[in-house]
């Protein structure tokens, strides 16, 4: 007899394999493809198109009045410190000398300085909390605006895939359809077990991690013969 040695991660590795087969031959070979695609071109026009959106809707009433919530929640916090005019000129000696006043480390304060002159990166002036709040705030907008995108276009493909459901009824089309779905699903696993490898290999460079895992993966194999 042959025996062939088959630990967790050859198990696991297996079982995904069959699932992404299994439901590529399901879905078949367009419906896949729609899925994938819809995916990706979802989330390149979400990256795309999330800041024009977001401007467009930061320059109406949401933007003032988030910017509004944040600099009061800011100043309830420290009033004075967050009530410091920035002005254009010497911001980041300002800034920083507010940062000091919050008690927050000193090896830290030149990190803080830098973040809050990254994010303020509309030249105008005003109160810390103000500058951070509208910096905050436009931010803010531009996550949600790229979220919408997304969600919309997302169910648009969800559409087109809904679409597609009679294709895999057509006698011969249907076959070559689940078959391709097949072929593609296992492309899918083997991408996506070899970036969880990859990034296992990552978390096994941690010797606590390597430790751990190696203690339960080596544990008790499981022994198939064949």
């Given amino acids: 007899d042959m025996m062939f040695q088959f630990d967790y991660i050859s198990i696991i590795i297996l079982v ?22 819809g995916g990706i071109i979802s989330l390149v026009l979400a990256i795309l198109l999330a800041k024009p959106l977001g401007n467009l ?25 967050f009530n410091t005019p920035i002005p254009l000129e010497n911001q980041e000696a300002t800034i920083s000398s507010v940062m000091a006043s919050l008690n927050i480390p000193s090896f ?7 973040l809050v002159l990254v994010m303020i990166s509309v030249q ?17 907008i531009y996550f949600f605006a790229g979220l919408i995108i997304f969600i919309v276009f997302k169910f648009v493909f969800f559409i087109l895939k809904i679409l597609t ?3 895999n009824k057509i006698p011969l089309l249907g076959k070559f359809n689940r078959i391709g779905g097949g072929i593609l699903g296992l492309f899918n696993a083997f991408v ?33 013969n064949i």
């Fill in 192 to 224: 996506v077990v070899t970036l969880l490898m990859y990034g296992a290999s990552l978390l096994m460079t941690i010797p606590q991690v390597n430790d751990y895992l190696t203690n339960i993966v080596g544990e008790k194999p499981l022994l198939v």
């Fill in 57 to 81: 809707l930061f320059d109406t009433a949401l933007g003032e009045s988030l910017t509004n919530v944040i600099n009061d929640s800011l100043v309830n916090i420290n009033a004075e410190a």
């Fill in 108 to 114: 830290l304060n030149g990190l803080v300085t830098k």
């Fill in 165 to 167: 459901r009679k294709v």
């Fill in 16 to 37: 995904l394999g069959l699932i992404f087969i299994i439901k590529g031959i399901v879905n078949g070979l367009l419906k896949s493809i729609i899925c994938i695609l």
């Fill in 124 to 140: 105008t002036e005003g109160t810390l909390g103000f500058l951070i709040g509208q910096s905050l705030a436009r931010y803010i």
